[in-house]
């Protein structure tokens, strides 16, 4: 089994900061590209970012210069660093990966989401 497990969500007052974690964990062989997505009530879920294992990444245009995406191989992990937060903001965070398992195809992975509320 693989998990992914995110952390570092909460309440922000607007122009605040946070720092969002996912960690990838079980029977692992290879994680491709790690990324964050986010959903609004009453929204679809939107692409954040995505970055390759190489390092190359990708921003929805509406967040670049405000998000920054990186990870850490060695760990499995992947963060997002978030500035400048506005209420428009507000949405449960995902973590997504794509993962070959041992002895298994490359698949798609969810966390369970972390709650982000960018309020005064």
């Known amino acids: 089994q693989v998990q992914l497990v995110e952390s570092g969500g909460g309440l922000v007052q607007p122009g605040g900061s946070l720092r969002l974690s996912c960690a990838a964990s079980g029977n692992i062989f290879t994680v491709y590209g790690m990324g964050w997505y986010r959903q609004a009530p009453g929204k679809q879920r939107e692409l954040v970012a995505t970055?390759?294992?190489?390092?190359?990444?990708v921003y929805a245009d509406s967040l670049k210069g405000r998000f920054t995406i990186s990870r850490d191989n060695a760990k499995n992990m992947v963060y997002l660093q978030m500035n400048s937060l506005l209420p428009g903001d507000t949405a449960v965070y995902y973590c997504?990966?794509?993962?070959?398992?041992?002895?298994?195809?490359?698949?798609?992975?969810w966390g369970q989401g972390t709650q982000v509320t960018v309020s005064s």
């Open positions: 970055i390759t294992s190489g390092g190359s990444t």
């Open positions: 997504n990966a794509r993962i070959q398992r041992l002895g298994s195809r490359v698949q798609d992975y």
